[in-house]
């Protein structure tokens, strides 16, 4: 039985406003009735879609059922509304023969059922091809063009500008641009885009989006030669992609006000270029420090992997790969070899869920809430329950500091406890300052600009953090207080901040508190972690308890 599918596209809203859906479908309605005598058919539409592929949701649709022999006519209005891409419809009309299916353009009067229609079709298709890379080629000379004069193309207007109608160009936003001046006199002085991104969103500034800040958010604010008053066009390829050879950049210095001066902009640069090279070397000296080194045992033969470099990336950065000492050594062991980067996302992040619960009501907390909150994170994608959980939610409601503290655990030696009482008492200092602070930005007449508020009440918790890590240091050499104390007390650290409050990546860890660190912190923990063909089986942590994981068959 004959039935036909009609495919309808536009690609703009103008077009979608103009009724040229109804248009369409109508007339090819009509001609499916009393042209080709089908009265049975489906129509699919997607508007607002390009023709440059074949990434369109009806579309794929579509093309399905007809692979499922559901239609024997496709129907379109012209042939450009299914692809404008040669190479896209030669591929899609090969399979339309395939499957036995006519293709009809009615615009074009022809269809494929005769050899001259097919022909047709071919002749067509290289005109539609050519004529769409011939506008492509006007388009972006008329652009070139335009941006040589100095006039704005359409991009996201960067933060610290607002656009401007009358003059169609982004002119300084007088709030945004106290950000941008704060962001380059800060790394100026303390060479960090960590710093500045713990700064701006502990004081909730937000980006032009209204997001949280990031390191790379604020490496392209430095990198962006905008703020200098350098219009820079033809940079990169479309999307964010590659950059392009330097002879093919349009560039325009003094085009437009400038915020940042420039030989500010330059030394922040050079200080960014600086550290570019300092965590490259970082990376190179720190990579012999293997963080799992001596815990990670394999599921399959019992005997440990042993550790080894991975190639460097780009950056210089090498992570560890952990191998099978039985498969190395040709023992029949099939056990795969496991980067840092998985075994160090699913334990850390696993860590990190353990601290968070911390803030749940314990009366609240059921079996089924707390293996949901355990197994938060895309690393868990694949895993659906732990089989101790009953023992690590006894754990959590009988004996919380248990769950992080040794077994052979010692009292504090008295030293301990001076030195901690001492700490203590300055913690509760700068703390008492930090309200008043507070109290006279926000209720004092006195004008405390924004700017001095942030950096007064930066080196106040600057201190409470170097305090509160005295404390961890103090707390970490008594044995007492060797895990759950330190956990517990380093949220203020970078380490332990990131750990709690940010998805882990294993490589923007190691860069920012390196090997060493975390080695230390895993070994405080951690027993023993095996693993089985690139997945966590179990870990046993130094108090006893063990987590295995029940991963999809």
């Not at 101790?388 to 992080?404: Q, T, V």
Request: charged residues 30%.
């Amino acid at each position: 039985m004959k039935k036909s599918a009609i495919y309808v596209r536009v690609s703009t809203n103008h077009q979608i406003d103009k009724d040229s859906l109804p248009l369409q479908k109508q007339d090819m309605i009509n001609y499916s009735k009393y042209v080709l005598g089908i009265d049975n058919y489906e129509i699919f539409q997607d508007a607002g879609y390009s023709g440059k592929n074949t990434d369109r949701p009806d579309f794929q649709e579509m093309f399905k059922r007809i692979k499922e022999g559901e239609f024997s006519h496709l129907l379109v209005w012209k042939i450009d509304r299914i692809s404008r891409n040669l190479l896209d419809f030669c591929s899609m009309y090969d399979d339309l023969k395939k499957y036995g299916c006519t293709f009809i353009s009615k615009n074009e009067q022809f269809d494929t059922s005769s050899a001259m229609g097919e022909a047709m079709l071919k002749i067509i298709l290289v005109f539609a091809e050519l004529e769409r890379k011939l506008t492509g080629e006007r388009v972006t000379s008329v652009m070139l063009d335009r941006a040589s004069k100095g006039l704005w193309n359409g991009a996201p207007i960067p933060l610290g500008y607002k656009w401007d109608k009358e003059i169609k160009f982004p002119v300084i936003d007088d709030e945004e641009k106290n950000t941008i001046e704060l962001i380059f006199s800060e790394y100026k002085e303390n060479k960090s885009t960590s710093y500045i991104r713990n700064l701006l969103n502990s004081n909730n500034i937000k980006t032009k989006r209204k997001g949280s800040w990031t390191t790379k958010t604020i490496s392209d604010i430095i990198r962006n030669p905008f703020y200098k008053g350098t219009y820079r066009y033809n940079y990169r390829e479309p999307a964010r992609g590659k950059k392009k050879k330097e002879n093919e950049w349009i560039v325009l210095e003094s085009n437009h006000p400038y915020i940042i001066p420039t030989d500010l902009w330059e030394e922040c640069n050079k200080i960014m270029d600086e550290n570019a090279k300092r965590n490259n070397a970082k990376f190179r000296d720190n990579s012999k420090v293997h963080i799992f080194s001596g815990l990670v045992k394999c599921g399959e033969c019992n005997n440990n992997l042993y550790a080894k470099q991975d190639k460097a990336n780009q950056d210089g950065f090498r992570p560890s790969l952990y191998v099978c000492k039985s498969r190395y050594n040709g023992l029949g062991c099939t056990q795969k070899t496991i980067s840092e980067n998985i075994v160090g996302t699913f334990v850390l992040t696993l860590i990190s869920n353990m601290i968070n619960l911390s803030n749940i009501n314990k009366k609240k907390l059921s079996l089924d809430l707390l293996e949901h909150e355990l197994l938060k994170g895309k690393c868990f994608d694949n895993v659906i329950g732990i089989k101790e959980i009953e023992d690590i939610l006894a754990s959590l409601l009988y004996a919380p500091k248990n769950l992080f503290t040794p077994q052979n655990k010692n009292e504090k030696s008295n030293n301990g406890a001076i030195g901690l009482n001492s700490l203590s008492s300055n913690l509760k200092k700068y703390e008492r300052a930090l309200e008043k602070l507070d109290d006279l930005y926000l209720f004092d007449e006195a004008d405390m600009s924004k700017k001095d508020y942030f950096l007064k009440k930066q080196k106040i918790e600057n201190n409470i953090t170097e305090i509160r890590k005295k404390i961890d240091e103090t707390a970490i050499t008594d044995s007492s207080y060797h895990n759950y104390n330190f956990i517990l007390n380093a949220a203020t650290l970078e380490f332990s901040r990131k750990l709690i409050s940010e998805k882990i990546n294993m490589k923007s860890l190691i860069q920012d508190v390196g090997r060493d660190l975390i080695k230390e912190f895993v070994n405080i923990l951690i027993n023993k972690i095996i693993v089985k063909d690139r997945q966590i089986i179990s870990l046993e942590f130094k108090n006893g308890l063990v987590t295995t994981f029940i991963y999809n068959s």
